[in-house]
């Protein structure tokens, strides 16, 4: 399968430019820690996987989990003051509403075998 372009560009292309981006803003006035940095760039990451699970219609239901993740981790960044039970307990009900989702939208790549009665 061929690698998804955006806007002409591969995905790790973007991925760096708004790693750099995040490196000039902090060298240049941005007042924001590694961690703080780290985090924006976690969050580019999981939203680039949400598209690209968008744009070729597979593994969305990863995608968006992972984005949550990283939209939790940007969220304590800066400074959200979760316990890890809280946490936990969102990612849970994250995981569990996109499972229920996910099942909507699955089906069986070959009909079922039909058993046929014992003789």
Known sequence: MKTPLIFGREPAAWLTLVAILVKLAAAFGWNASPEVQAAV????????????????????GAAIIGF??????????YG????????AIVMT????????????????????KRTLPAA
Not at 41 to 60: C, P, R, S, Y
Not at 68 to 77: E, H, K, N, T, V
């Open 68 to 77: 949550a993740q990283g939209a939790l981790a940007l969220a304590l960044g």
């Open 80 to 87: 959200l003051d979760w316990s890890a039970d809280r946490q």
């Open 41 to 60: 760039n976690g969050i580019a990451a999981a939203a680039m996987g949400l598209l690209i699970a968008w744009m070729v219609h597979d593994g969305a």
């Open 93 to 112: 009900a994250v995981t569990i509403a996109v499972g229920m989702w996910d099942r909507t939208q699955v089906t069986a790549p070959v009909p079922p």
